[in-house]
């Protein structure tokens, strides 16, 4: 399985912007906002997750 994968974040996709922008004004992750990830996103690396509460912030991976 792999443990990658990649968010682009050209201006011209801008749904895909707008979840950027939404995990990071989320202030119940504020502490995790400044260090989500666009490009190659590893395990361990922040990036935005679309849940029914919204985008957010989490952690990429598996937990130990």
Known sequence: ???RYYVADEDNIIELREIIQEAQNNL???DMASQIKTGEIF???VAPVVTSDGAIPM???FPR
Do not use: L
């Open 1 to 3: 399985m792999c443990g």
């Open 28 to 30: 119940r992750y504020a």
């Open 43 to 45: 395990p361990t690396n």
């Open 59 to 61: 952690k990429w991976g």
